[in-house]
């Protein structure tokens, strides 16, 4: 069965960088394009951007332009998700999502929490 | 960049009750719209999808409608585990949500 599963919750200072990890299993990775949505505690989700791991082509949404970076390892199927220079406001769920082969998100991993405090 | 509008923001209904959530984008997107639930501390699970095809496994008092601008998506008779937020995504161009919108116990 297809599965995401992300890395443990993190907590950074203002201004540290945070790398969060997507392992999927139970399809071939190289075949499906992972998106990153964040959702910060009580608030709606937020579209951050789109990795093909196939060629590693990458698209981010403008709000984070310059601040966030999507990679992989295909040897390990596992995909990641950077973001630097971190404020207060990035507190918030990161999820990673499968994106089908209709464009929607059919697989979600199940969040991880990063926290941003001084 | 196209925006989503859902309403309302907050839904309270009964057991047994009809519920429709309706979801605006700010241009056509054809319908190339998915329906999401969240439950606290979940991830979202897809419900509909291309406006209104149902996902596997999904109860069929869900159902989704709309085209071009204007969706919807209807529960026919809600369900204790139908209590949670609703979200619509339009993935005509990129990817882009609705504000949600939670459905609580009357």
């Known amino acids: 069965q297809v599965q995401l599963v992300q890395s443990g919750a993190e907590v950074k200072k203002p201004g540290a960088s945070v790398k969060v990890s997507c392992k999927a299993s139970?399809?071939?990775?190289?075949?499906?394009?992972i998106n990153w949505v964040r959702q910060a505690t009580g608030q709606g989700l937020e579209w951050m951007g789109w990795m093909n791991p196939n060629s590693g082509n990458t698209g981010y949404a403008q709000k984070f332009q310059g601040r966030v970076t999507m990679t992989r390892n295909t040897s390990i199927s596992t995909a990641y998700m950077e973001l630097s220079s971190l404020r207060s406001e990035d507190t918030a769920v990161y999820y990673c999502?499968?994106?089908?082969?209709?464009?929607?998100?059919?697989?979600w991993g199940q969040g991880t929490l990063v926290t941003v405090s001084s | 960049d196209i925006q989503m509008t859902q309403s309302p923001s907050t839904l309270s209904a009964s057991v047994g009750d009809r519920v429709t959530i309706t979801c605006r984008a700010s241009q056509s997107i054809s319908s190339w719209l998915a329906w999401y639930q969240q439950k606290p501390g979940k991830a979202p699970k897809l419900l509909i999808y291309?406006?209104?095809s149902l996902e596997s496994g999904v109860p069929s008092r869900f159902s989704g409608s709309g085209s071009g601008t204007e969706f919807t998506l209807t529960i026919s008779s809600l369900q204790p585990d139908d209590f949670a937020t609703y979200y619509c995504q339009q993935y005509n161009s990129f990817w882009t949500f609705g504000q949600g919108t939670k459905v609580e116990i009357k």
């Open positions: 291309k406006a209104s």
């Open positions: 999502a499968r994106v089908g082969s209709g464009s929607y998100y059919d697989y």
């Open positions: 139970g399809y071939t990775f190289t075949s499906y394009d």
